[in-house]
C-alpha cells in the first residue's frame, strides 16, 4: 500500500514534535517501602519530523509501548526513547509521563494512616539532546508572616502547591524528594486529621510562618545541597484563603543544560 506519510507535504517545514498524547497506561514506579508500586499513567510521545515527509506513523509508538508493557520507568527510558527513534526514523524522540504516586502518610499525633497522593512526572529527550527530568507537585500548608505579625491573635493561612522539576542523573527516591520538600513549607498536608493532629498541625504552622518567596527560596537551597540534583526548578502556588487570587513564586537554578 501507497505510503502516505513518506510523499513531500504542500509546506516543506520541519517540525520539531509529533506524536500523540494521552496515552492512558499501566507502568510499574520503584517504591521506597514497598519496593514498587503499580499505577497508571497519561503518556505523550513525540518524535522530530524533517519536512521532506508528510507524516509520521502513529501506531509505531503504540508498538514501540506495548514493547515495554509493564516495565515502563525512569530507569530504561533512553531505551524506549531509542526504539522510538529507531522506529519513526527520527533523529529526536521525547516523552512524558504524568502519574499519580500514592504514600501512607501517618497524622503526626494520633498516627491515623491515610494515602496521600502526588502527582509525579517523568520527562526524557534523546537525539540532538539527552536529557532526563523528574517533576513532583506536593500540596503543604503555608502561614502568612506579615498576617501573623499585624494581627493580635490568629494569622491567615492556606494550602499551596509546590511542584519541583530535577534533572535526572542518578536514581533517588520520589519519597525523599517529597519529604524535602514538605519540610520546607509551614506544614505538610495529611489525608486523616483527627482533632490532637488539627490542633498541632495548626500550631505548628503558626510557629513556622513562610511566604511563598520563603518555600521557593528554602526549597532552593535545600536542593542546592544535594549533589544529585545538578539542575532543579521549583514552583509555588498559595492558594490564599483571604484574597481573591494566588500568591505565586518561581525560582531555578543557574546551571542546565
Not at 90 to 103: G, K, L, N, R, T
Not at 175 to 190: H, K, M, N, Q, R
Amino acid at each position: 500500500m501507497k505510503d502516505v506519510q513518506r510523499q513531500r507535504p504542500d509546506n516543506p517545514l520541519d517540525i520539531q514534535k509529533v506524536g500523540v498524547k494521552g496515552i492512558s497506561y499501566p507502568i510499574v514506579v520503584a517504591d521506597k517501602l514497598k519496593g514498587t508500586q503499580d499505577t497508571v499513567a497519561s503518556i505523550n510521545l513525540y518524535v522530530d519530523l524533517p519536512k521532506v515527509f508528510k507524516g509520521t506513523h502513529m501506531s509505531r509508538f503504540i508498538e514501540v509501548l506495548n514493547e515495554y508493557k509493564d516495565h515502563v520507568h525512569i530507569r530504561n527510558f533512553e531505551h524506549v526513547l531509542n526504539e522510538i527513534r529507531s522506529a519513526l526514523e527520527a533523529e529526536s524522540a521525547h516523552m512524558e509521563i504524568d502519574f499519580p504516586y500514592f504514600i501512607e502518610k501517618k497524622a503526626p499525633v494520633t498516627g491515623s494512616v491515610g494515602l496521600m497522593e502526588y502527582r509525579c512526572s517523568l520527562m526524557g529527550t534523546v537525539g540532538k539532546r539527552r536529557e532526563f527530568k523528574v517533576g513532583v507537585r506536593v500540596p503543604v500548608q503555608t502561614l502568612c508572616p506579615c498576617s501573623k505579625e499585624i494581627s493580635e491573635f490568629g494569622a491567615h493561612n492556606q494550602r499551596g502547591l509546590v511542584t519541583v522539576i530535577v534533572r535526572y542523573e542518578k536514581f533517588f527516591w520520589i519519597e525523599d524528594l517529597i519529604s524535602l520538600i514538605e519540610g520546607c513549607a509551614s506544614s505538610p498536608v495529611y489525608p486523616i486529621l483527627k482533632r490532637p493532629d488539627e490542633k498541632y498541625v495548626t500550631e505548628y504552622a503558626y510557629e513556622h510562618p513562610m511566604f511563598v518567596e520563603d518555600v521557593v527560596r528554602q526549597v532552593a537551597s535545600t536542593l542546592s545541597t544535594k549533589s544529585e540534583f545538578s539542575w532543579y526548578s521549583v514552583e509555588a502556588e498559595n492558594f490564599e484563603s483571604i484574597h481573591n487570587h494566588s500568591a505565586y513564586a518561581y525560582i531555578e537554578s543557574e546551571t542546565h543544560g
